[in-house]
């Protein structure tokens, strides 16, 4: 499969804590993109790093990608009772048609006030 | 621009009747994407669209399921008949290619139950 895999499956902390997940694929990428799903709603973009980017930041939001060891991770910093909701990688596969996304299963995060 | 919108939120429907989901994209966006989201399977492609334009289908799970895009504002996922088993939240999501970025926007979703 070229889905890319999150890690853990569920994630519960307090408010105020960081929060962090990881993501892991298995092909060559044009860019990973991260996605937050709040329960009965659609997938909403967060962040996008490029094949050539290490780091990115947005807000309390930072990502990295580490492309030897095809993997990316997702931190939350300073996390809210309104983050709570679930957290998906996507890969733009190099070897794919431009725009075909692949998911991963995704990380419920539970922040508790 | 209002975002990708879709239609109905919910459907409830008899085994073996025809179910027809619609999507609106955003304006100016040349891709079109049909998604399916279950507890068991996560999230799948069916079917995406570039110019109005079927690229990938291989991804539909069955011949009872076919999509049509007649033009760039609209889109629609027809299940025809339906199963229990077709029950799951249908997401459309569109993206503008053309500036060389691949994010997605997503519409609400489709919640179909088929009894």
């Known amino acids: 499969s070229q889905q890319g895999e999150e890690d853990p499956q569920a994630l519960s902390i307090q408010e105020g804590e960081n929060a962090t997940m990881n993501c892991s694929y298995k092909?060559?990428?044009?860019?990973l993109q991260w996605y937050r799903q709040n329960s009965g709603r659609g997938l909403v973009h967060l962040i996008l790093i490029r094949s050539n980017e290490r780091e990115k930041h947005s807000g309390r939001l930072r990502v990295t990608l580490d492309t030897s060891k095809k993997s990316s991770s997702l931190l939350i910093t300073a996390s809210r009772a309104a983050d709570t909701a679930s957290y998906f990688c996507?890969?733009?596969?190099?070897?794919?048609?431009?725009?075909?996304?692949?998911f991963g299963r995704g990380t419920q995060l539970t922040v508790w006030p | 621009d209002a975002g990708v919108i879709q239609s109905p939120r919910h459907e409830v429907t008899e085994m073996g009747q025809e179910v027809t989901l619609r999507c609106k994209p955003i304006s100016g966006h040349d891709y079109l994407f049909w998604y399916r989201q279950t507890m068991m399977r996560g999230l799948e492609l069916l079917i995406y669209?570039?110019?109005?334009?079927?690229?990938?289908d291989s991804g539909m799970p069955e011949d009872r399921f076919s999509a049509k895009m007649p033009n760039a504002s609209f889109s629609t996922l027809k299940i025809q008949p339906s199963e229990p088993r077709d029950s799951a939240v249908y997401f459309c999501?569109?993206?503008?290619?053309?500036?060389?970025?691949?994010?997605?926007?997503f519409g609400q979703g489709t919640r179909l139950t088929v009894v």
């Open positions: 996507a890969t733009d596969d190099r070897g794919s048609t431009l725009g075909r996304l692949y």
């Open positions: 092909t060559s990428i044009n860019n």
């Open positions: 999501a569109s993206t503008l290619i053309g500036t060389g970025n691949t994010e997605a926007f």
């Open positions: 669209f570039n110019n109005n334009v079927p690229i990938d």
